[in-house]
């Protein structure tokens, strides 16, 4: 019995109660659930997504900056391939070595194509200069006077560089058939990888200067 008296006068205690703090305490229940929910579920979900937004913009600027590297890699082997055909080309004009029996072949073949006779060649004493190295060489011939210029435009335009320094003519044979007979001086190049070292003669000699230039003793 004094139970359910007890019970009646919380339930008209209770009913006592103002409207307003009900309402505060319902509010008041509602924003603890909602700071639990903030920091245990909605706050790590943020976290989680900030943290993925962040990997995400690490492997976008990865990803760019690997397509960036291949499409300049691909342009370096595009340029590489153009400047080895250049080179390659060069080498035709300059060669790395004398290479005399293709220079003979060539000039040779020029003279059969124009009709004139080679008769001698002879290669000189290659003369280094900075980077590249002459190699003079004396050719004899004989044929008519235009096919001696025909033969002159030919080696012009050989792929390998052939200068003709000088050259002279000298007329042979009957007024009725005049053959024209001449040499020259042509000069074809070199390329030299390395520079050319000074010779040991002109070391010693620098020395014998600096000893000559010493006091002498007394």
């Given at each position: 019995?004094?139970?359910?008296?007890?019970?009646?006068?919380?339930?008209?205690?209770?009913?006592?109660?103002?409207?307003?703090?009900?309402l505060i305490f319902i509010l008041g229940i509602n924003i603890l659930i909602f700071v639990l929910l903030f920091f245990f579920i909605i706050k790590?979900?943020?976290?989680?997504?900030?943290?993925?937004?962040?990997?995400?913009?690490?492997?976008?600027?990865?990803?760019?900056?690997?397509?960036?590297?291949?499409?300049?890699?691909?342009?370096?082997?595009?340029?590489?391939?153009?400047?080895?055909?250049?080179?390659?080309?060069?080498?035709?004009?300059?060669?790395?070595?004398?290479?005399?029996?293709?220079?003979?072949?060539?000039?040779?073949?020029?003279?059969?194509?124009?009709?004139?006779?080679?008769?001698?060649?002879?290669?000189?004493?290659?003369?280094?200069?900075?980077?590249?190295?002459?190699?003079?060489?004396?050719?004899?011939?004989?044929?008519?006077?235009?096919?001696?210029?025909?033969?002159?435009?030919?080696?012009?335009?050989?792929?390998?560089?052939?200068?003709?320094?000088?050259?002279?003519?000298?007329?042979?044979?009957?007024?009725?058939?005049?053959?024209?007979?001449?040499?020259?001086?042509?000069?074809?190049?070199?390329?030299?990888?390395?520079?050319?070292?000074?010779?040991?003669?002109?070391?010693?000699?620098?020395?014998?200067?600096?000893?000559?230039?010493?006091?002498?003793?007394?």
């Open positions: 019995m004094k139970l359910d008296l007890n019970v009646k006068g919380i339930g008209k205690k209770l009913t006592k109660v103002s409207r307003i703090y009900k790590p979900q943020f976290e989680t997504k900030k943290k993925l937004l962040t990997e995400y913009q690490g492997i976008k600027k990865d990803l760019e900056k690997m397509i960036a590297v291949k499409n300049n890699m691909e342009k370096s082997r595009k340029e590489y391939t153009e400047l080895q055909e250049a080179l390659k080309q060069v080498l035709k004009q300059l060669p790395e070595t004398k290479d005399i029996p293709n220079l003979l072949r060539n000039v040779s073949n020029v003279g059969t194509e124009t009709g004139i006779k080679v008769k001698y060649f002879e290669p000189k004493a290659m003369q280094n200069k900075e980077f590249y190295a002459e190699l003079p060489f004396e050719i004899k011939y004989s044929g008519s006077y235009h096919n001696i210029g025909y033969f002159f435009d030919g080696v012009r335009k050989l792929e390998r560089i052939i200068h003709i320094a000088n050259f002279s003519l000298d007329s042979k044979g009957t007024p009725a058939k005049i053959v024209l007979e001449g040499s020259c001086l042509a000069k074809t190049y070199v390329y030299l990888k390395e520079q050319p070292k000074p010779k040991k003669e002109e070391k010693k000699g620098e020395k014998k200067e600096g000893k000559g230039a010493e006091t002498p003793k007394k």
